[in-house]
């Protein structure tokens, strides 16, 4: 699989993803696969369940208003999906800025 406009892959968590979760609120739903390399490897994430905490409390902080998003983890290969749905309280802010998708970049 490779990334598109309404799917992002991440191997680690890291700040990065929050200017997607922007984009996906203002112009569209999307998914974030954490634990998946740019090249559609699937390499897992450590204690997912920790990472979907942090996850959760990085939108929370940084994202406002807070948008729509559901996580879920795969227990087979430890792989997070942030499935992000477009909101009604646009726009998205993250660090005063919205974003929104250009084919597979958010900008």
């Known amino acids: 699989m490779k990334e598109t406009r309404t799917l992002e892959y991440k191997s680690e968590v890291t700040n990065s993803f929050l200017k997607t ?17 740019d090249d559609g490897a699937v390499i897992g994430i450590d204690n997912p369940d920790q990472k979907c905490l942090d996850i959760e409390n990085r939108i929370n902080d940084s994202i406002s208003p807070k948008p729509d998003y559901y996580l879920s983890i795969n227990r087979l290969n430890n792989v997070i999906t942030l499935d992000i749905t477009e909101g009604r309280y646009k726009p998205y802010l993250y660090k005063g800025k919205a974003y929104r998708r250009s084919d597979t970049a958010s900008v």
Do not use: E, R, Y
């Not at 922007?22 to 390399?37: H, M, P, R």
């Open 21 to 37: 979760v922007s984009a996906f609120s203002n112009f569209g739903t999307g998914k974030i696969l954490f634990g998946v390399a």
